[in-house]
Structures are given as C-alpha cells and as structure tokens.
C-alpha cells in the first residue's frame, strides 16, 4: 500500500497569512494526489484534485502543486472559514490512502 | 444539486450486521462511480470500497474485504454497504462519496455512525 505522509500535523496561523501543507507519497504517484478540507462534525469537502486543479466552486487562494513523491497545498490569504482538518488523498493506485490530517488552528 | 444521503446506521454488537444504504439525487448515478469511506471517533479518514458505474469493477481494502461488500441500484439511484462480522474497530462515521475526475472523491454525504459495542 501507498503511504501518506503530511506535515505538519498541526500548525497555528493568523488570518492573512500564506499557510503551506506538505504531503509525501511512500512511491511515485504521478499527479494523482488530492486534497480535502474537513470542518468538525462535517464530511470532507474536495478542494484540489490531480494536484493541481481546482475543484469548482473552491477559492482561488488554494492552491496545489507537486509531482511524484512529494506535493503542496498553499493558502495564500487564510480566511476565518479556513480554519479545519486538511487531507491529501492517493489516487493512483487501490488502495487509495489518505495522510493522517493537518489541523489549521488559530493563532 | 447533488445530494448523497447516508442511512442505516445505529448500535450493533460485535460479530453482527448492518447494511448501509446511499441514496443520491441531483446528478445521474448510473453514470458515476462510487465509494465508500469511513472516519473512527477522532481519527483521520480510511477509504473503504470502490465501485464502478456498471458494478464491473469493485475493490475493498484490505481489512474489510471478505467482511464488507458493496453494491448498487442504479434503477433506485442507490449505493450499499453490507458489513457482516462487525467487530469493535469498525466503529465510525460512514461516508458515500461520488466518484470525480482521476477517482477524487467530489460529492460526500453526511455521513451515517455506526457504533459496535457490546
């Protein structure tokens, strides 16, 4: 199985400021990473699929990149509304893993 | 506006069953592939089981397989999960999630708790 690896787990940030969330695959997988937003008691929200496109409706101030082992969520601007759990998701191959979460708190 | 309404859930003993049901409105299911995820208390998120528009191709990991199967209606716009030999790990929040583009998961329901308790 692929492994999902974020980091930080958590981290504390101010409204306003550029958050980055790295996610690493335990092989290559192309670009099949995608990322999710989870508020509490919520279900999981997509926000960018295939690395790097943005899912409709998502804010343009999230952003991803990456390719093969390692990738890159980036919120250029953090919003109130952005405060939650985040995820990277595998997609390449079954079974299809998720990294163990980073919680965005506030500063 | 797409929908997915999880049901089914609800207390069950170890070694039990329960069979979830997802039922979807506002896009065409058939056309869609399907999965199942699943959240411990507390915990992150555990994807479960795949399956395809046309039910052809199904996949499982590898703790449920054997245990959890899968299933669809595309005639009643539906998506089941039956969980036999339910045992005390299986306690969580079960998620549908639609199938988008490069198997993301775009649509997510609500979510349905199942609790396996003595």
């Known amino acids: 199985d692929i492994q999902m690896t974020q980091s930080p787990s958590s981290l504390s940030a101010s409204v306003g400021d550029r958050v980055t969330i790295t996610c690493r695959a335990s092989?290559?997988?192309?670009?099949?990473l995608n990322w999710y937003q989870q508020k509490p008691g919520k279900a999981p929200n997509l926000l960018i699929y295939?690395?790097?496109s943005l899912q409709t409706g998502v804010p343009s101030r999230f952003s991803g990149s990456g390719s093969g082992t390692d990738f890159t969520l980036t919120i250029s601007s953090l919003q109130p509304e952005d405060f939650a759990t985040y995820y990277c998701?595998?997609?390449?191959?079954?079974?299809?893993?998720f990294g163990q979460g980073t919680k965005v708190e506030i500063k | 506006e797409v929908q997915l309404v999880e049901s089914g859930g609800g207390l069950v003993q170890p070694g039990g069953s329960l069979r979830l049901s997802c039922a979807a409105s506002g896009f065409t299911f058939s056309t869609y592939n399907m999965h199942w995820v699943r959240q411990a208390p507390g915990k992150g998120l555990e994807w479960l089981s795949y399956i395809s528009s046309s039910s052809s191709t199904i996949y499982y990991v590898d703790s449920v397989k054997g245990r959890f199967t899968i299933s669809r209606d595309n005639a009643k716009n539906s998506l089941y999960l039956q969980m036999n030999s339910l045992r005390d790990e299986d306690t969580a929040v079960y998620y549908c999630?639609?199938?988008?583009?490069?198997?993301?998961?775009?649509?997510w329901g609500q979510g349905t708790l199942v609790t396996v308790s003595s």
């Open positions: 998701q595998q997609s390449y191959s079954t079974p299809w893993t």
């Open positions: 295939a690395a790097s």
């Open positions: 999630a639609r199938g988008g583009v490069n198997y993301c998961l775009d649509f």
């Open positions: 092989q290559s997988i192309t670009i099949s």
